[in-house]
T-cell receptor, first 113, second 113 residues
Framework: KQEVTQIPAALSVPEGENLVLNCSFT??????LQWFRQDPGKGLTSLLL?????REQTSGRLNASLDKSSGRSTLYIAASQPGDSATYLC????????????FGTGTRLKVLA | SQTIHQWPATLVQPVGSPLSLECTVE??????LYWYRQAAGRGLQLLFY??????ISSEVPQNLSASRPQDRQFILSSKKLLLSDSGFYLC????????????FGAGSRLTVL
């Protein structure tokens, strides 16, 4: 059974700091991995999608990497801003032929001005 | 462009009353559709997913049910709500076996009293 874990559960950093959010999954046979952002009381917004054949994806100040062999993905946020404050969730998609996205419990990020 | 709509946004219901949450997707055909629940302090729990009209897969035994009467319509129902059904319900859509971005609706906040 695929399990997805995110550490830390919460993180508070000063503005401008570079930071790394971690996501671990137990079954390396994933189809892709996605990172999402959730603002309080809102739905989820997709940030980055990494296919299983890829090692990383970049969008602006965000960079996500994937290491299937070690069961890890990281989300790197450069030069953090107060507007980055939100909960960040990762989701692993099981291998081709299934349709399930398994989510981690999220990392609640607060960037202090 | 594709859009996803969920309603109602907020719902307060007494224990034992029925429930109907609706989700519709525009701008695409034959999407995979998902219902997730997010309880306070917990991650996203996959409740149901559907790969086509009338095809529903249930992930968690509960007093909830789902139906897909049309290609782009997904309904979450209950005949009698329990206190434990309170939570934030999120509908999402994606294409293929996890090959594309998972897109979420804005969510429906259910409080059972």
């Amino acid at each position: 059974k695929q399990e997805v874990t995110q550490i830390p559960a919460a993180l508070s950093v000063p503005e401008g700091e570079n930071l790394v959010l971690n996501c671990s999954f137990t079954d390396s046979a994933i189809y892709n991995l996605q990172w999402f952002r959730q603002d309080p009381g809102k739905g989820l917004t997709s940030l980055l999608l990494i296919q299983s054949s890829q090692r990383e994806q970049t969008s602006g100040r965000l960079n996500a990497s994937l290491d299937k062999s070690s069961g890890r993905s990281t989300l790197y946020i450069a030069a953090s801003q107060p507007g980055d404050s939100a909960t960040y969730l990762c989701a692993a998609t099981l291998t081709s032929g299934t349709y399930k996205y398994i989510f981690g419990t999220g990392t609640r990020l607060k960037v202090l001005a | 462009s594709q859009t996803i709509h969920q309603w109602p946004a907020t719902l307060v219901q007494p224990v034992g009353s029925p429930l109907s949450l609706e989700c519709t997707v525009e701008g695409t055909s034959n999407p995979n559709l998902y219902w997730y629940r997010q309880a306070a302090g917990r991650g996203l729990q996959l409740l149901f997913y559907s790969v086509g009209i009338g095809q529903i897969s249930s992930e968690v035994p509960q007093n909830l049910s789902a139906s897909r009467p049309q290609d782009r319509q997904f309904i979450l129902s209950s005949k009698k709500l329990l206190l434990s059904d309170s939570g934030f319900y999120l509908c999402a859509w994606g294409m293929g076996p996890g090959a594309n971005v998972l897109t979420f609706g804005a969510g429906s906040r259910l409080t059972v009293l």
